[in-house]
Structure formats: C-alpha cells, structure tokens
C-alpha cells in the first residue's frame, strides 16, 4: 500500500483532475489535507476511497469529490468568509481554510462537532470556528458570507441561508427527496436578487433543523 501522500495525490488526479475540477486552489488544498486524520481509525485503509465513510451518528464525511466539487462551485476564494452547514468530520472545513479567510462551520450532533473541533485544532486550523447546533437557519450574527455550503439534503432551499449570502455571495445545497437530490448553486446578484443553476444530482444525508427536514 503506498503512503497517504501517494494516496492523496493520486486522489488528486484520478478522482478529481480527471472528472473536471480545474480550480487550482481547490486542487492544491485537496492535495494537503490529510483526509487520513478525518476518518475513523478502523477505516484508515479506506481513507482515499473514492466514496463517503461513515464517522458515527449515522453520518458521512462526503466523497472527496463532492467536496471540491461544491467548494469550486462555491468559488471559495482568499479573503472570503465561508459557512458550512453540517460539518460532520471538519474535513471540508479544512480544505476551505486553506483557501478562505475565515470558515464557520455548524454541526448538529454534538459529538461529531467535538471531535471535528479537536481535529481542526490539532491541525492547526485557525481560521475555523465549529458550532454546536441546527445550522439550517444559518449564522445570522456572523452573516453575510461569500459562500455557504450545505453538506446535508432538504427538500427546500433553507430561505435564510440566501439573505445570509453578500452581494456576489454564493449557495451550495443539495435539494430534493431523501433518495437523490439536485446540488445548486445560487448566486445572490442584487439585494433581492438570486440566480441558481443545478450542477447535477447528489445523494446526501437529511438536513434536520427547522429550515431542513
Ligand atoms: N462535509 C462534511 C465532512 O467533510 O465530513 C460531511 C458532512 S455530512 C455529509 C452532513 C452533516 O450534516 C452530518 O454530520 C449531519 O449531522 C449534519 N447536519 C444535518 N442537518 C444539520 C443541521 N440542520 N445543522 C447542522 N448540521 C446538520
């Protein structure tokens, strides 16, 4: 078995490059994080595995990539402020603060969010803030943001999440039944003004909260 490095770059290349990520600081992001550190030891094998893992509570740490996927939809870049609803492993969150200025991320299940916290710190991400709690009505004392991913499927579009996004300011989220989901993006053009495209469909876990399912 070659090294984590190894396994991480050819991640890079076959699982992203070569399905049409081209952002390159989502590409060289992906490439230094160590996915290794954001799954559960007994799955370490697996850790480059080209699916989601499960990391307790019934949840998921998303398909590698899914996650450049919506990060480069989200066009996540230097000096942005970015929240991520449903943090789950902190490993999407990780790559963001690589690229980002600032990275709020909300987890509902408690200790999920402990140990992503611990995770983040133990890696020295110091641009991220985890927060316990129903993320689906967003962060309103932190808003606005430049981009908000949402890591978990609801059958609407979470309406505070758009008047928490910036003039510019772009929303991942998976939208649909509980089996598969359209992934859109939805970019807030004007005051009260939104475009949304749909990037193709996903399959997530429920958003649960007041503004999910
Ligand atoms: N991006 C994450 C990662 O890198 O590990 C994967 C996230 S996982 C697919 C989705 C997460 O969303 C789960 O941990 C789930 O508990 C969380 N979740 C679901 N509904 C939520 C809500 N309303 N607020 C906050 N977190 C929520």
């Given at each position: 078995?070659?090294?984590?490095?190894?396994?991480?770059?050819?991640?890079?290349?076959?699982?992203?490059?070569?399905?049409?990520?081209?952002?390159?600081?989502?590409?060289?992001?992906?490439?230094?994080?160590?996915?290794?550190?954001?799954?559960?030891?007994?799955?370490?094998?697996?850790?480059y595995s080209d699916g989601?893992?499960?990391?307790?509570?019934?949840?998921?740490?998303?398909?590698?990539?899914?996650?450049?996927?919506?990060?480069?939809?989200?066009?996540?870049a230097p000096g942005d402020r970015v929240l991520e609803v449903g943090a789950g492993s902190g490993y999407a969150a990780a790559v963001?603060?690589?690229?980002?200025?600032?990275?709020?991320?909300?987890?509902?299940?408690?200790t999920l969010a402990e140990s992503a916290r611990q995770r983040l710190l133990e890696g020295e991400y110091r641009n991220v803030t985890v927060i316990i709690g129903d993320g689906s009505g967003g962060l309103p004392d932190r808003a606005p943001f430049d981009a908000i991913l949402v890591s978990a499927g609801g059958d609407k579009v979470p309406e505070p999440l758009k008047w928490q996004l910036a003039i510019g300011g772009r929303l991942v989220v998976p939208v649909g039944g509980t089996g598969l989901q359209s992934l859109l993006c939805i970019r807030r053009t004007d005051e009260e003004e939104w475009i949304e495209h749909d990037l193709g469909n996903v399959r997530f876990v429920p958003l649960i909260g007041a503004h999910g399912r």
């Open positions: 078995m070659s090294s984590f490095a190894q396994q991480r770059a050819a991640m890079v290349e076959r699982q992203l490059k070569a399905r049409g990520i081209r952002n390159d600081r989502v590409l060289s992001a992906m490439g230094e994080v160590p996915r290794e550190q954001f799954v559960p030891e007994r799955l370490l094998e697996f850790a989601p893992l499960p990391i307790g509570e019934d949840q998921t740490i998303s398909q590698p990539y899914v996650v450049a996927l919506m990060i480069e939809a989200a066009g996540v963001m603060a690589r690229i980002a200025s600032r990275v709020f991320a909300i987890e509902r299940h408690d």
